[in-house]
């Protein structure tokens, strides 16, 4: 007799395709998300993607305004292509550890990093997300310091309301009271000044004297901690929490100088800004600053696979493996892992050939006057829009001369949740909307790399009907 699996396998196939979003709902633990989503609430199944779009299990389309979590810099096009990659590196050496031994995908990784990285920033050392390489930071700055018989730098300095992780060190890095509080005491040693945000400062304060208050506060507070217990300060470029936040003219500059001034290491995050966010390789050059050294993961591979790392100077590097311990005294199992770095390989590869940040470079003033257009034509609600690259965020707000959302009958929280990410769902649109330390609700767009003038058109459209849906709902 003749079995014929088929249909059954059709079958099974069809049944373990039902309920999806009631089994992840019972058995996945998500990422910072709220328990309505467990409870209430339809989760949302993406199956497959394609270009700036994704596509749930319905067939529905969205257009993926967050690029993911600011990192598919390709979009959804290339994964066949770099999915080759990775099958050539499985089938060669799918795994070994960069443990007193190299392979190719990470030596050749690393070579390409250091090509397109600022400076003398020419050693890398691998991690698989971005937390993980804040955490190597820390640990090389405070290495580095206690080799040259400065053990007393264990301090960091970081800025208010800036993300740079949840692990232990990375959280204590953090200026969000909110996600560090609950897990308090932290790393000790860790001080926040003042982040880039220029809305709500003084009308008639000029961009100079911003910066000059900025680097008044940050060397304040060095002096008062004691420059010589300060290892590093770590800063992004732009910032991300907080809403796009870019620096004033001078800003990094300055910061710099005060690093050399007092012997502190200058660390950027660029876990977001790497890999052309801003239309440059890195945010470090497209705001014209040296680090000592650089953290990224996310863009490296487009997030086609989990990768991040450190870059840092010959300098950092020579003292350390000089030093009486004789190497970086920090290791990770899957660091340099080998399917990953040759899926970088290929990411940076196509990058390259498809010319992906000079797209980004191109367009991002187009982007700029569209994302404006719209900023004019919803003055009810929008208060403020910045940002740089393809990374711009809105900020609204109902009192314009508070700058604050007050609205007598509909709270931030509730525009938000039963207004406006409603009507983003329904237009088809995916973008990251947040209430702001301050209370004020962000809406944030930081789209794929490979986004044309046509799909920022599509974009603008979209956030448009979005904003018009919520903004009449709520009878704003």
Not at 336 to 365: D, F, Q, T, W, Y
Request: hydrophobic share 40%.
């Amino acid at each position: 007799m003749t079995i014929d699996n088929t249909a059954a396998a059709a079958e099974t196939s069809a049944s373990s395709q039902e309920n999806l979003s009631e089994i992840a709902k019972r058995h996945l633990v998500m990422n910072f998300t709220p328990a309505a989503k467990y409870r209430d609430a339809e989760l949302p199944i993406f199956v497959r993607g394609e270009h700036c779009s994704v596509y749930d299990e319905n067939g529905t389309r969205f257009f993926d305004g967050l690029a993911g979590l600011f990192c598919v810099q390709l979009g959804y096009t290339h994964g066949a292509e770099v999915g080759d990659a990775v099958r050539e590196q499985m089938a060669a050496l799918p795994y070994q550890t960069t443990w007193s031994v190299a392979h190719p995908p990470a030596a050749k990784l690393a070579q390409k990093i250091a090509e397109l990285a600022p400076g003398d920033l020419n050693r890398v050392f691998f991690a698989s997300g971005g937390g993980e390489s804040n955490e190597a930071a820390i640990k090389l700055a405070r290495q580095y310091h206690i080799t040259r018989g400065e053990s007393s730098r264990y301090k960091f300095l970081a800025r208010r309301v800036a993300y740079h992780g949840t692990s232990f060190g990375a959280m204590s890095l953090n200026g969000m009271t909110d996600v560090r509080k609950m897990f308090e005491p932290l790393m000790n040693g860790v001080r926040h000044t003042h982040n880039t945000k220029r809305y709500r400062r003084p009308e008639a304060e000029t961009e100079m004297e911003f910066t000059q208050f900025l680097l008044g506060e940050l060397e304040s507070l060095i002096v008062q901690e004691g420059s010589d217990t300060i290892a590093a300060i770590i800063m992004e470029p732009l910032q991300n929490a907080g809403g796009s936040l870019t620096p004033p003219a001078g800003y990094f500059q300055g910061v710099r100088e005060l690093c050399d001034k007092y012997g502190i290491l200058m660390i950027a995050d660029e876990v977001i800004t790497g890999y052309g966010r801003l239309g440059s390789w890195f945010g470090s050059d497209h705001y014209g600053f040296q680090p000592d050294m650089i953290t990224f993961a996310k863009g490296i591979a487009s997030a086609y696979m989990p990768l991040g790392g450190v870059i840092a100077s010959d300098r950092i590097i020579e003292t350390v493996l000089d030093g009486p311990v004789g190497m970086f005294n920090h290791a990770l199992t899957y660091g340099g892992h080998p399917v990953a770095c040759a899926a970088a390989v290929k990411n940076l590869e196509i990058m390259e050939r498809e010319g992906v940040v000079e797209n980004v470079a191109e367009l991002s003033p187009y982007l700029g006057e569209k994302l404006a257009g719209l900023a004019e034509k919803h003055t009810s609600i929008v208060g403020d829009l910045r940002g740089d690259g393809f990374h711009r965020t809105f900020e609204l707000v109902t009192d314009k001369e508070a700058k604050s959302w007050t609205h007598e009958t509909v709270g931030a929280a509730e525009f938000v949740g039963s207004y406006l990410n409603p009507a983003l769902a329904e237009v088809g649109l995916i973008c990251r909307v947040a209430i702001d330390a301050e209370g004020n609700p962000l809406v944030q767009v930081s789209p794929p790399l490979v986004m044309t003038a046509a799909d920022i058109d599509e974009l603008t459209e979209l956030l448009d009907r979005a904003f018009t849906l919520a903004i009449e709902r709520a009878g704003i």
